[in-house]
């Protein structure tokens, strides 16, 4: 896998099997033209006739040219976590575009509210200078004690509409996401709150049942964090948050798919359901793409055994290891999801839930040039161009 390259001038890649980032955009012995870090022209072999000449042409011989991809919930690799400042963030962001992954939304786990409203002033600098990062994610700390995961009690508050204000104050227009246990105090006020700002509303770490997860999104929530992991699972009496998504064509549901969160017959059955709205997440924590060990989590300790994480004290999982690149071939591979299905969930899906969807996440004139070109073989990227920096 290549570093970080970027193309400068034009260059048509011809012979591609080109996936759009959208289901069914499927395109055979495509062509793809890009002129100065952006996507002039997409069409076959016979468009591609009349296009302008290029400066370089590259035949790709068959393989699958996609998006690059997009995560809107990560919490850090490379030994750095985007909670510990713009240094550690650089370290963390390079990491994960080696795998493939163009475009990022920061996510940041419990602490103090103060500790967090820091964190988000500081971030907010970066999605204001490099438009590589799309925005923030405040993951804690209006969370359920019952479903904490991997963040401190201690910390949880209620979801407060003040405190949710003040989190949309130092962000500054940089806020894409939040997540809430929704059945706490203040927690439909602030998802209407939210809602009224342009932020998404992310139904997670709840105790939230069927008719309250319903209530959320009628006020505006729009994600279900990592579905199944942080909530209720499915009950034939009581069918929680999942079956609430599941049925209402208002909400995302993200999943992690690296095969030790959500068993891959458990990915394949939403795939199912709702193939048009899941959404590949890697909530991956600063041990990713490193070896195994002892790590932070926030202010939690955890460790890292053949490649899963976990808190010390507990044992829950603790975000994963997963980069987007494998995210996308296990879904090929272990969860039997067409290419194109499974590359829209990484790639026009996260766009259109943040509201980016004019600007990232497909295959189109327009588009800034982030491609990537996978080994037919593994579906892992063989080549990563990330032009318009």
Known sequence: MSDHATTHGSTTYTGATIVTGEIGGLINAGCLRTEDGRITHVGTSDDAANWPASDTT?????????????????????????????????????????????????????????????????????????????????????????????????????????????????????????????????????????????????????SADYDTTRAAIDAGATILTHAFNGMNGIHHRAPGPVTAALRDERMWLEVINDTIHVHPAVVRSLFEEAPERVILVTDAMSATCNPDGHYMLGTLEVEVKDGVARLVEGHSLAGSTLTMDKAVANAITRVGVPVDVAVAAATSHPALAIGMEDQFGVLAPGYPADLLVLDPATFLPERIIFDGD
């Open 58 to 206: 590259i035949d790709l011989a068959g393989k699958p040219l996609v998006p690059g991809y997009i995560d809107i919930h990560h919490h850090g690799g490379g030994g750095a976590a985007y909670d510990d400042g713009l240094e550690a963030t650089a370290i963390a962001l390079a990491q994960h575009r080696k795998h493939g992954t163009a475009r990022s939304v920061l996510s940041f786990v419990t602490a103090e509210l103060d500790d967090i409203l820091d964190n988000i002033r500081n971030a907010a600098t970066l999605v204001k200078s490099d438009s590589r990062v799309l925005g923030l994610h405040p993951e804690g700390p209006f969370l359920h004690p019952s479903h904490k995961g991997a963040h401190p009690e201690a910390l949880l508050r209620d979801p407060l509409p003040e405190a949710t204000q003040k989190m949309l104050d130092a962000a500054d227009g940089t806020l894409v996401q939040v997540t809430l246990a929704p059945e706490r105090e203040g927690g439909i006020e602030s998802v209407k709150l939210l809602a009224e700002h342009g932020v998404c509303a992310a139904v997670g770490h709840t």
